[in-house]
């Protein structure tokens, strides 16, 4: 269609140079030959004057109609002539003006063949390479949207905690990515994760990992053990060289004891019943992927009941506005705090509220994960 298109605009503006062209040429010579004409018989009429008016008596009066006669017939075949020259040129430049409009036709093809062909080749590639871009991210969209646990509250019989999670992607599909699920009746885990890369690679190396450390789990209480495991997996498995920052927390239900692991990723904020958000620092691994063998450290939280813990991926802080400001933690921090008695729900919507208003219509490349978990007590 793009080719089509350039070509017949081509020869439409091909074609139109030409009949202007020939249109004004036409004009020029029909004034100029109907200028000539005016001026020889102007000319013969202005010699018959002149001798009427020099021969006074010297001439008869039938000798003066003779040489008018005379004067006419030369400006009659005059101005035949030049009507016949008009014609003529008239003629010849209607298959001139024919003759160009077919070259100019043929040329157009041949330009728009040789000259165009390589533009509406990269049209063809640049619109077959943003297709595929489009798809690509649409799969990766889905793949990251249908594996993440979305039907909340997602065990509504258990009082003991209330826990939400919310995962926005942006306009470049990255590998954000969170689970929450029950080990056994007194541990829930806590996982939140960014993988390095964007698309459906990205999406496919979310997928693996959460499925390993969801099956390296069970049985273990050692968030750092289970990073361990599937760091070496992933970093034998050697995937496009991509790696995840992970979090990885398990709560012991019956007491409010919660041990975290990090691997490379963000720290948490923790508030407590009546107080204040603060962020939680502690000791980060290596990045999961990367290489093998490498060690992680167990972190202790106690959460007393009504005590609430907030994670998120580097979307939050890097949230940039239109002047490429970004919003950063201390700004983050200050939002939690305004929502601070909110429940988890509604404290990821207000922030994500917040985090949109900063941003503005400044488009984000990166995906903003965030999870919540307040803790009620046994």
Do not use: C
């Not at 993440?148 to 939400?164: A, G, I, S």
Request: charged residues 25%; hydrophobic residues 45%; negative net charge.
């Amino acid at each position: 269609m793009e080719k089509n298109s350039l070509q017949k605009k081509i020869i439409i503006l091909s074609v139109s140079i030409v009949v202007i062209t020939v249109m004004a040429f036409s004009v020029i010579i029909a004034i100029r030959l109907y200028t000539a004409r005016n001026e020889i018989v102007e000319q013969g009429r202005s010699a018959v004057e002149q001798i009427q008016a020099a021969s006074g008596d010297k001439y008869s009066e039938e000798d003066m109609k003779e040489l008018i006669d005379q004067l006419n017939k030369l400006t009659g075949r005059s101005v035949r002539l030049s009507d016949e020259n008009l014609s003529k040129v008239m003629i010849r430049l209607m298959i001139l003006s024919v003759a160009l409009i077919l070259l100019a036709i043929v040329l157009s093809i041949l330009f728009s063949r040789k000259v165009a062909k390589p533009y509406i080749k990269k049209i063809v590639v640049i619109s077959s390479q943003k297709e595929r871009m489009e798809t690509e991210l649409n799969i990766a969209t889905e793949i990251q949207a249908g594996t993440l646990p979305k039907n909340f509250p997602l065990y509504p019989e258990r009082k003991e905690f209330d826990v939400y999670a919310s995962m926005d992607p942006a306009r470049e599909v990255g590998g954000d990515f969170y689970d929450i699920f029950l080990i056994d009746d007194d541990h829930l885990a806590l996982v939140v994760g960014d993988v390095s890369d964007k698309g459906v690679p990205a999406a496919l190396f979310m997928m693996i990992t959460k499925a390993l450390i969801k099956t390296g789990t069970p049985g273990e209480v050692s968030p750092a053990d289970t990073l361990e495991k599937v760091n070496n997996q992933l970093a034998d498995a050697d995937i496009n060289e991509m790696f995840v920052t992970v979090w990885l927390g398990i709560l012991t239900i019956s007491t409010g004891e919660m041990v975290t692991a990090n691997a490379g990723h963000e720290d948490p904020f923790i508030r407590s019943r009546d107080g204040e958000f603060a962020l939680k620092k502690s000791p980060h691994g290596l990045v999961l992927g990367s290489m093998k063998n490498m060690k992680y450290n167990n972190e202790k939280i106690i959460l007393a009941p009504g005590d609430l813990l907030f994670m998120y991926t580097d979307g939050l802080a890097e949230a940039t506005n239109s002047d490429g400001e970004r919003w950063g933690l201390d700004s983050v921090t200050k939002a939690l705090n305004d929502h601070k008695t909110s429940s988890p729900a509604e404290l990821l919507q207000e922030i994500k509220t917040d985090a949109d208003a900063y941003v503005g219509d400044a488009k984000q490349f990166d995906d903003l994960t965030m999870l919540a978990i307040e803790y009620k007590g046994a």
